[in-house]
């Protein structure tokens, strides 16, 4: 996911290291909260997009005509339809 923003063409800036380490605390963090000692697909689903979306940056010829945050929004959700999710 994180590799796939750096490489959007729609995003000036991708996630960092930094952002990816958040989504993987945050993805812990829910594994915890739901009772489980694991963090199952559904969880960085769930946590993904509430947590990259402030981290990219939209280009701006792209962001001309809506707001950033909804586009980001829409680039992350698509970037998560796209990989498939590993077994």
Known sequence: IVERTRTHDALSLGVSPRGAQSLYRAVQAMALIEGREYAIPDDVKRLAVPIFAHR????????????????ADRILQEILTEIEVPL
């Open 56 to 71: 990219v940056v939209v280009n701006t010829r792209v962001a001309l005509s809506q707001r950033a945050s909804d586009v």
